[in-house]
C-alpha cells in the first residue's frame, strides 16, 4: 500500500490590495531592521578605530621611551579596521538601497504624488534582487567611500603625531638636536630596527600618497549615494 505523500507547502501570496499593502509594509519594516543593523556594525568599527587612535597616541606622545613605531603599528590598524568596516559597508549599502526604493517610489509617491513621473519598474528590480541578491559596489570603492567619510581624518591626525615624534628630540629617548642638521635628525629618529630612516619615511610618504589619490577620487561619487 503506497503511502500517502506529505503535503507540500505552499506560499499564499496576497490576493487583494490591502494585504499587499500589509505585506509591503512588514517587508519595509524588516529591510529598514537589517539595513540599521548593518549601520550600526558600521559605527562599532569607527569607534573601535577611534579607540586605537586615542590609546596609541597616548602611548606614543607621553613618553620618550615610547618608541614612533607604535604609531606606525596604528595606522595598520586603521587600515585593517578600515578593510573590515568597508565590508560590512557592502552589505549595508544592499539593504539601504531597498529601503531607497520604498521611500523613493512607495511612500514618495503616497504623501507627494508626481505626476509626471508614471509607472517605475521599481518592483521589478527589487524582485530580480530579492531572488539573486549581489553586492552593488567593489570592495575597493567601499574602502574609498569610508575612508573619504571617516578613516582621512584618523590617518591624517595619526601622520601630525608620527611627524612630530620622529623631528621632536624632547619626544625620544636618546635622540639630540641637531640645530645644523635638523633633517639628518629627522632621519635618525625615523630609523626602524635595521631599516634606515629615509627608507622609513620614504613608504609612510608613498602610502598616504595612495591615501590621498584614493580619497579624492571623483569617478566614485555615484548619484545613488545618499547624504542625510
Same mark, same amino acid.
Given at each position: ?27 519595509? =519594516? ?8 548593518? =549601520?550600526? =556594525? ?44 568597508? @565590508?560590512?559597508?557592502? $552589505?549595508?549599502?544592499?539593504? @539601504?538601497?531597498?529601503?531607497?526604493? $520604498? ?31 549581489? $553586492? @552593488? ?8 567611500? @569610508? ?82
Amino acid at each position: 500500500m503506497e503511502q500517502p505523500s506529505p503535503p507540500i507547502a505552499l506560499a499564499v501570496l496576497p490576493t487583494t490590495p490591502s494585504e499587499a499593502t500589509t505585506a509591503m509594509v512588514h517587508y519595509y =519594516r524588516a529591510e529598514m531592521a537589517r539595513m540599521c543593523s548593518w =549601520r550600526d =556594525r558600521l559605527d562599532l568599527t569607527s569607534n573601535w578605530s577611534i579607540t586605537v587612535v586615542a590609546a596609541l597616541l597616548s602611548v606614543s606622545l607621553s613618553t620618550p621611551t615610547a618608541h614612533h613605531g607604535v604609531l606606525m603599528f596604528a595606522m595598520l590598524l586603521v587600515s585593517l579596521l578600515l578593510y573590515v568596516e568597508a @565590508r560590512r559597508y557592502r $552589505f549595508y549599502d544592499v539593504y @539601504r538601497m531597498r529601503v531607497r526604493q $520604498f521611500e523613493r517610489h512607495y511612500f514618495g509617491q503616497l504623501y507627494g504624488p508626481d505626476p509626471e513621473g508614471g509607472p517605475e519598474p521599481w518592483l521589478v528590480m527589487l524582485a530580480q534582487d530579492l531572488r539573486h541578491p549581489k $553586492f @552593488r559596489i567593489t570592495l575597493g570603492l567601499a574602502i574609498r567611500r @569610508r575612508l573619504r567619510r571617516n578613516y582621512i581624518w584618523m590617518y591624517a591626525i595619526l601622520l601630525a603625531a608620527w611627524l612630530l615624534k620622529i623631528s621632536s628630540p624632547q619626544l625620544q629617548d636618546g635622540v639630540h638636536l641637531d640645530t645644523e642638521r635638523p633633517l639628518e635628525t629627522m632621519l635618525s629618529g625615523a630609523t626602524l630596527g635595521l631599516i634606515p630612516g629615509w627608507l622609513v619615511i620614504g613608504a609612510v610618504v608613498a602610502g598616504y600618497a595612495v591615501l590621498v589619490a584614493a580619497a579624492l577620487r571623483t569617478a566614485d561619487r555615484g548619484s545613488d549615494e545618499v547624504h542625510v
